[in-house]
């Protein structure tokens, strides 16, 4: 599989598994298939409940198959707040 097809394929993972958009950081090739880590911008639920709109960056692995399907998913890790509205 090339590149592009499975660069495609994280970010329909990524809409239609997740229900989020975001930026591919990296995408490399594993024994098993592939593997992406993932940049998703999402509003701060708590903080929004509070009346103060804030977003964070959260980092997700999204591994695929060889087939390019969805084998794994997670999110990584939570970033400090970007930046407040």
């Known amino acids: 599989m090339q ?4 660069g495609e ?3 329909r993972a990524l809409s ?3 229900a989020k958009r975001g930026e591919i950081v990296t995408l ?3 024994e098993e298939g592939w593997e ?3 940049e998703v ?6 903080l929004k409940a509070l009346g103060k709109h804030v977003v964070d960056r959260n980092y997700y692995v ?3 198959s060889e087939a390019l399907e969805v ?4 999110r990584l890790a939570k970033k400090p707040p970007a930046r407040e509205e």
């Open 3 to 6: 590149l592009r097809e499975a």
């Open 36 to 38: 992406s880590h993932v």
């Open 62 to 64: 999204i591994e695929l």
């Open 71 to 74: 084998v794994a998913y997670d």
């Open 41 to 46: 911008v999402e509003e701060n639920e708590y």
């Open 28 to 30: 490399r090739r594993t």
């Open 16 to 18: 239609e598994v997740l």
């Open 9 to 11: 394929a994280v970010r």
